[in-house]
């Protein structure tokens, strides 16, 4: 079986959707990123806002570096026709059969479908670029808008399980699985 992702530095890879246009994360991204990825944005999600913008700096340098190796594909978001950056997307472990989504949406874009719409342009993305036997989309149980997103791909929940937010606090998650199209 060849490599799941062939190793490939996916570093000029852009994903064109109906409304969105996903690129690689950038240093160039740092300011919006570091405003916009906030502790009300990380309130369902593993990691903690950055506190300085030199952790969003550090966070887009070890992205970048995964990107390169072939272990994952960090995009930032934006609208196709106007350039508004709207948060940031990626499929992780993209070297593994299984590999994992993950997506964050700017506060001021909620409630408009962009999150669907990266996600099923990362998915589609995948299915066309990786061989995997599916994509995992963990998502805190509370997080009503966001568990309709593997739900609108056809992702069913395999798993409850509680973890620790990088925070330390207790967060309640299911994991949905996502096949590939066939």
């Known amino acids: 079986m060849k490599k799941i992702s062939e190793l490939k530095n996916h570093l000029n890879t ?6 969105l246009i996903l690129k690689p994360i ?3 991204y740092a300011e919006d990123i570091f405003v916009e990825f906030d502790d009300e944005i990380t309130t369902f999600m593993f990691p903690s806002a950055a ?37 940031n997307g ?21 409630g408009k479908k962009i999150g669907r719409e990266a996600i099923a342009g990362l998915k589609h993305w995948a299915d066309k670029n990786l061989t995997y036997e599916y994509l995992i989309y963990p ?13 609108s791909l056809g992702g069913k929940v395999v798993r409850e399980f509680s973890d620790k937010k990088q925070n330390g606090e207790d967060m309640l998650q299911v994991e949905y699985h996502i096949y590939p199209k066939n």
């Open 26 to 28: 950038a240093l160039e």
């Open 51 to 87: 506190r300085k913008i030199s952790e969003t700096h550090d966070f887009i340098n070890d992205s970048i570096k995964k990107i390169k190796s072939g272990e994952e594909i960090v995009m930032s978001i934006f609208d196709k026709s106007t350039g508004e950056f709207f948060g």
């Open 14 to 19: 852009i994903i064109e959707t109906e409304r």
């Open 139 to 151: 998502v805190a149980v509370d997080n009503i808008a966001s568990r309709k997103i593997p739900e």
């Open 90 to 110: 990626g499929l992780h472990h993209i070297d593994t059969a299984t590999p994992e989504l993950g997506i964050w949406i700017k506060k001021s874009a909620h």
